[in-house]
């Protein structure tokens, strides 16, 4: 059988051995926001690593689906955290990357794309925090191997141009449905939790936790991929449909991945505060708490502090 990995994954070639380490103990996907949010194993890190495997080895067809599937990916790295055998994964799938674009592979996958309607304002170019975007020959460009996938450059684009397709449950429409359906669904519904999923995003058993151990329900804790992306629409909305508040959570200023995400993150809310004092809602209804990556006890503590106050202040009326 011919074999492909000597002239066509010569950038995954390093990791052949990384590849081997994985002992497919699936610790990873109780952690991927993208299993998450499928429930497909094919989505899961370990799948991930199993078809860079059968591509380098070459017992894996090369197709548009399995090329697709190494450029979903948010970069949050948590199950290189959660993995018994070390693997960085993350390294692996940009260097699988590589070696698909230099196959004429590009996704999107999770990586953005640029609308035709663009208006060349070059404000995404300025504020990726990747250096993924560029203006090339054909207008604003994303390089699919730098982009990891955050999503600023869509927060940020006043044309609406810059885009994420693939959005596994965590863009703005995806956000505000969710919530939407949860205020709607609960009648003891009180919070909407935005989490990022770098500072603390329950694991899979987390979520499962019997409701009485889970406060009745009466929030819902949703994952984003940088605080500081989250939209005034996606803030403002679950107090049209009757919250009593909103949290949000982000990663100390030093620790953001994404440069200054925490920082635009307590902007906006300082921003949408003023509006609710302007409305005469309490703004302590709407609040920005800084978790450290993984910090399971203290993200629980700041959403029964903020429950607990807002039973205080009991609904809007
Ligand atoms: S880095 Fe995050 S999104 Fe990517 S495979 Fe790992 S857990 Fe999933
Ligand atoms: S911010 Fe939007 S409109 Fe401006 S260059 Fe980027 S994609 Fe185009
Ligand atoms: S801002 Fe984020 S999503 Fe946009 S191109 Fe840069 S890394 Fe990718």
Redesign the pocket.
């Known amino acids: 059988m011919e074999t492909k990995k000597a002239t066509r994954f010569n950038h995954l070639q390093k990791w052949e051995s990384t590849l081997a380490a994985c002992i497919r103990c699936g610790y990873c996907f109780e952690h991927c926001p993208l299993f998450k949010f499928t429930g497909w194993e094919s989505d899961a890190p370990r799948a991930k690593l199993i078809t860079a495997f059968g591509l380098l080895s070459g017992e894996l067809e090369l197709s548009e689906t399995s090329a697709d599937k190494m450029f979903n990916c948010f970069y949050c790295r948590r199950c290189e955290a959660a993995c018994s055998s070390g693997v960085t994964l993350t390294d692996v799938f940009t260097d699988a990357k590589k070696d698909l674009v230099e196959m004429g592979y590009t996704g999107p996958g ?3 794309i640029t609308e035709p309607y663009c208006a060349q304002c070059l404000l ?1 170019v300025q ?7 560029s203006h090339g020959e054909n207008g604003i460009e ?2 699919p191997v ?9 927060e ?1 684009c006043p044309a609406e141009a ?1 885009k ?1 397709v693939h959005t596994f449950g965590t863009g703005k429409a995806d956000l505000i449905d969710a919530s939407n359906r949860f205020l709607d669904t609960h009648t003891s519904a009180k919070a909407i939790v935005f989490a990022c999923n770098w500072s603390y995003y329950p694991d899979l058993q987390a979520s499962r936790l019997p409701e009485s151990e889970t406060h009745d329900r009466d929030y819902e804790i949703y994952v984003n ?2 605080a500081g ?1 989250l939209e005034t629409e996606t803030l403002m909305a679950p107090f049209i449909n009757h919250a009593w508040g909103v949290l949000v959570s982000c990663c100390p200023e030093d620790d953001c991945q ?1 440069k200054d995400g925490g920082k635009r993150a307590k902007k906006q809310v300082a921003r949408l505060q003023s509006i609710l004092k302007s409305l005469d809602i309490d703004p302590e209804r709407l609040q920005v708490v800084e978790i450290p990556n993984g910090d399971k006890t203290l993200f629980q503590a700041e959403i029964d502090t903020f429950i607990d106050r807002l039973n205080a202040l009991g609904p809007i009326t």
């Open positions: 999770t990586t953005s995404c504020s990726c925090p990747h250096e993924a975007r994303t390089d730098k982009c990891q996938s955050c999503g600023i450059c869509v940020i810059a994420i991929m940088c992306r994404h």
